[in-house]
């Protein structure tokens, strides 16, 4: 007989880690970095130290080899929270001076442009859109817009002051609009007999329900 002897070495797996679980809204890019080893493989297409976008709550596993090329495993879950369905109302059309007031809806908090405040009443000068951030309980973010529609007020006459002898049939007529409502009973374009000196107001509309006022003596 004679005797031989061997060797036989036993290297330690590495100690893989894939770092902590994230929660991140949808759209949002993930970098995911192993660590304990000497290089990294993942799953699902990612690849280490890579941004990705990931479309849905995915755990991910990655397999890491060291020096020795002995491997080990690790995982790590990222949670992808949807964002908010958010609206910022129907598209407005109002007049020259009339107040809006805009609410968001489908988050929990609004932030708008244009110096705007979430329910709070303004008057817009001219026709613009004015976006909103919603913002949800879990910090993710959405986007929308709405059309506010400025139309300018007639520019109405209620034609030259007039003097008449008492007795005498005056006819008033308004312009600039479509139609026109006086005040003390007259009819607009009907002929009338003033008693007394007065001034007339009428009160023109136009196409859109505009209206504006104008005035004038006898």
């Known amino acids: 007989t004679n005797t031989a002897q061997t060797t036989v070495t036993v290297n330690v797996l590495p100690t893989v880690s894939a770092g902590q679980n994230q929660t991140v809204c ?9 660590s304990g080893a000497a290089s990294y493989t993942w799953n699902n297409g990612v690849t280490n130290a890579v941004a990705f976008t990931p479309n849905a709550t995915t755990t991910y596993t990655v397999t890491g080899t060291d020096a020795n090329g002995c491997t080990n495993t690790a995982q790590v879950q990222v949670a992808v929270n949807a964002l908010p369905t958010v609206s910022a109302g129907q598209n ?6 009339t107040s809006v007031t805009l609410n968001g809806s489908g988050a929990n908090t609004y932030t708008w442009n244009n110096n705007v405040q979430d329910g709070v009443a303004f008057t817009p000068s001219t026709t613009q859109s004015y976006a ?25 006459s209620a034609g030259q002051n007039q003097a008449v002898c008492a007795g005498t049939s005056v006819t008033l007529s308004g312009s600039g609009a479509q139609s026109y409502t006086w005040n003390n009973n007259v009819q607009d374009g009907v002929a009338f007999t003033p008693s007394t000196t007065q001034s007339y107001a009428v009160i023109g509309t136009d196409a859109n329900g505009c209206t504006n006022t104008a005035q004038v003596t006898v």
């Open 132 to 156: 909103v951030i919603g913002t949800d309980a879990n910090g993710c973010t959405n986007t929308a817009q709405v059309t506010v529609t400025v139309n300018a007020l007639p520019t109405v």
């Open 92 to 97: 407005q059309t109002v007049c020259a001076g």
């Open 26 to 34: 949808a759209g949002t890019a993930v970098t995911l970095s192993g």
